[in-house]
């Protein structure tokens, strides 16, 4: 399956600064990627799905302005938590796939650990 | 709303004892059916992809089934190294997001 890494694999923050994560695949060319987040003992929630070249997409609840998503090129896409604070605390996982419609497979990156003090 | 539940929530299996994972689902309009493996602290790990009622798909000691309500996940002889946490998710609609369940997390002991 495709591959995908993540930078930083964990990463600890002062309340108040900002964290970019990156997100690449590294095998093709993903037109959408997508970034969730996961609490402990909880499954993985969307947060927003990523396109190239366009704007993100974000699900229900999850603030624009406060996780910012840039897909520039077809194998870099980067989550920025700005201003962040110890309840964004979490583990940010991101996911490609090839396609935009059709059940297409998504690919898991490692995952990045935050931990906001 | 798409709903996916996972039972059991926790399973102890003993080396070579076989079991089933349940994942069942509530869509509109399935497009796909996933199972994924993730090992603590890292990211999900693809296994399968089932798309229609009545299609199987192995790999070692996984089987996976599906119905037109839920899909299994049979563990035959399980390994220690099988244990971690088995994710079901489901794919619905146009875009290519998934709704996943909340995971059964298995353990095989010696």
């Known amino acids: 399956g495709a591959v995908v890494s993540q930078h930083p694999s964990w990463v600890i923050c002062k309340s108040g600064t900002s964290v970019k994560i990156e997100c690449r695949s590294l095998d093709f060319q993903a037109t959408t990627m997508f970034w969730y987040r996961q609490f402990p003992k909880q499954s993985l929630m969307l947060m927003a799905t990523?396109?190239?070249?366009?704007?993100?997409?974000?699900e229900q609840g999850v603030e624009k302005d406060k996780f910012l998503i840039n897909h520039a090129s077809l194998t870099l896409s980067t989550l920025t938590v700005t201003s962040a604070h110890p309840e964004d605390s979490s583990f940010y996982i991101c996911s490609e796939t090839s396609g935009n419609y059709g059940a297409d497979t998504q690919y898991f990156g490692p995952g990045t650990r935050l931990t906001v003090l | 709303e798409d709903q996916v539940t996972q039972s059991p929530e926790a399973l102890r299996l003993q080396e070579g004892e076989s079991s089933s994972l349940n994942c069942s689902y509530t869509?509109?309009?399935?497009?796909?059916l996933f199972w994924y493996r993730q090992d603590p602290g890292k990211g999900p790990e693809f296994l399968f992809t089932l798309y229609s009622a009545g299609e199987e798909k192995e790999k070692e000691r996984l089987k996976a089934t599906l119905t037109k309500k839920e899909s299994f996940l049979h563990i035959t002889a399980p390994k220690p190294e099988d244990s971690a946490t088995y994710l079901c998710?489901?794919?619905?609609?146009?875009?290519?997001?998934?709704?996943f369940g909340t995971g059964t997390r298995l353990q095989v002991t010696l």
């Open positions: 990523s396109n190239e070249g366009s704007k993100a997409t974000y």
């Open positions: 869509v509109s309009g399935l497009r796909g």
């Open positions: 998710a489901v794919h619905t609609g146009t875009a290519s997001k998934l709704t």
